[in-house]
């Protein structure tokens, strides 16, 4: 029955035993210890991010006879009933608030827990 | 305001900030040297190296923290993953250096001679028992935590330190008293 009690006062003896330990230098001994940090890659990171967008721009509209099907393409929204693209815009619409709303239910339920 | 370990975790993440880091070994630097000083069984000088070996990694495997648990928790495991892999290199522990432990401690808040029981007790406690007690009874994490720690089934974590606890009791018992 007064098992609590006996492990309240092993578990305060415990921690009482081991006081605070002074830091006297050690925490700069870790960060003297630490890899410099890579600067160079973060810049590099976008650079090859918009190289290799531009490549691919570039690859696409050779490969697709200088952008023709873009054309076609366009020239068929054209012929697409007025309707159909009302219809289109509100169910985008929908969608993107719905998505919206779930992601704050989502994070607001991730705060409160 | 004080930014909370995620958020220091997060600036190392976003930044590569080593200020950020050095927040987290200020904070987290007295309970993982405490930790390591009684799993080494009193040795200072090889505790403070595994402890600086362990910030070392926790900063180069930062990435892997997904922040499911507690960044202590995680750091906790880092800690003790260092001390296996020394222990098991080293393959013998060093004895207590009684003399280091009495000068660091406070006379006030502890009776000397309970401390030196309570930590003579601990240094005979098997390495399983003895790591879950301080884990759970002194470093106040969970069993489940604890278990996440040593790599260990949950069962196992209870049952170590049911069993650490009561030969402890059974060594202080006249100072329970």
Same mark, same amino acid.
């Given at each position: 029955m007064n098992e609590q009690p006996e492990h309240d006062w092993l578990d305060r003896k415990l921690q009482e035993a081991v006081p605070y330990i002074e830091d006297d230098g050690f925490t700069a001994r870790v960060l003297q210890q630490l890899p410099t940090p890579q600067r160079g890659g973060q810049f590099l990171r976008p650079l090859i991010l918009v190289g290799m967008s531009a490549l691919a721009s570039a690859l696409t509209y050779v490969l697709s006879d200088g952008g023709r099907f873009i054309l076609v393409e366009m020239f068929k929204l054209t012929t697409i009933p007025t309707l159909w693209v009302v219809a289109f815009a509100l169910a985008s619409g929908m969608l993107v608030m719905a998505g919206g709303i779930f992601a704050a239910m989502s994070k607001t339920s991730q705060i409160q827990s | 305001m004080e930014l909370t370990d995620a958020g220091l975790v997060a600036r190392v993440l976003v930044d590569d900030d080593q200020h950020a880091f050095g927040e987290l070994v200020r904070r987290h630097q007295s309970s993982v040297r405490g930790l390591l000083r009684q799993l080494t069984r009193g040795d200072f000088a090889l505790a403070d190296d595994l402890a600086q070996n362990a910030f070392v990694r926790a900063y180069k495997n930062? /990435?892997?923290? /997904? =922040?499911?648990?507690k960044f202590s928790t995680w750091l906790y495991r880092i800690t003790y993953n260092c001390f296996r892999e020394d222990a098991r290199r080293r393959k013998e522990l060093v004895g207590i250096n009684e003399e280091q432990w009495q000068a660091e401690h406070d006379p006030q808040t502890v009776d000397p001679g309970l401390r030196h029981d309570l930590m003579h007790a601990l240094s005979l406690l098997p390495l399983h028992e003895r790591s879950a007690v301080l884990l759970c009874?002194?470093? =106040?994490?969970s069993h489940d935590e604890a278990s996440r720690v040593l790599e260990i089934p949950l069962g196992t974590v209870k049952t170590n330190v049911l069993r650490g606890r009561e030969k402890l009791k059974k060594t202080l018992a006249a100072w329970a008293q």
């Open positions: - | 930062i /990435r892997s923290f /997904r =922040g499911e648990a009874c002194k470093n =106040g994490l």
